[in-house]
């Protein structure tokens, strides 16, 4: 007796592995580049961490709301089409078969076999069909605005403590080299487990978040130490 084949495919996680990468790496990002800007600017100790701290609260509640609203606007608009295809499917079901089956043709079907395709998955959920084939969603993608928030505030705040603990740690004649460098090294291991946990090659992703971050550092860093100057 043969064995059912069972596939996992990763476009099953892309709903809350983007929150979390991308609320990880703004965590480390703006954090190490605030404290580095602080720090830059002539700031103490004590100044830095608060600095750091303040920006660890405000970006964990910033990303959660972001990523509600946003999320939500996504739900909304898919909610939206899902009711109108079902009034459409409700009042006008020869014109959303003839819909499906045109949209089979364009697939690569003959008319006769897309026509006979779109009225036995018609048959079975008429909705399901049009959802998948018509409008492009799935469960996969489907929008959750809660776990995104949670997610990307959550993980936001885990990259946030890195350089946190990191300047609280060191003395601070190393602190802005520790930090950096850190953070640099939290930023391509974090770029490698999103490569893996989506099944993408870790090179480019790697790269990409090393090279903003770093961008990103240099820049507040630039900013704090020309500012931090003229104030003085």
């Known amino acids: ?116 395709v779109a009225e036995q998955l018609t048959a079975h959920d008429a909705m399901a069909a049009h959802r998948r084939d018509e409008l492009g969603l799935s469960e996969a993608t489907a929008a959750r605005p809660l776990q995104a928030a949670l997610a990307s505030a959550a993980t936001f705040t885990a990259g946030a403590a890195l350089p946190l603990l990191v300047a609280l740690a060191v003395p601070a004649n190393i602190l802005s080299a520790s930090v950096v460098g850190s953070s640099l090294l939290a930023l391509a291991l974090l770029g490698a487990l999103g490569a893996r946990a989506g099944g993408a090659p870790l090179g480019k992703p790697v790269a990409r978040v090393v090279f903003w971050g770093a961008l990103a550092m240099a820049v507040t860093a630039g900013v704090g130490k020309l500012f931090g100057t003229a104030i003085a």
């Open 1 to 116: 007796m043969s064995r059912l084949h069972v596939e996992s495919h990763n476009i099953a996680r892309i709903g809350w592995l983007r929150a979390a990468v991308l609320g990880a790496n703004d965590g480390i990002v703006s954090t190490a580049s605030l404290v580095v800007g602080v720090a830059a600017a002539a700031g103490g100790k004590q100044e830095v961490l608060l600095a750091g701290l303040a920006g660890l609260a405000a970006g964990a509640l910033s990303m959660a709301a972001g990523e509600y609203v946003s999320v939500s606007s996504q739900a909304d608009t898919e909610a939206a089409d899902l009711a109108r295809e079902t009034a459409e499917l409700a009042n006008e079901p020869e014109a959303e078969l003839k819909e499906l089956t045109g949209i089979y043709v364009e697939r690569g079907l003959t008319p006769d076999l897309a026509r006979q």
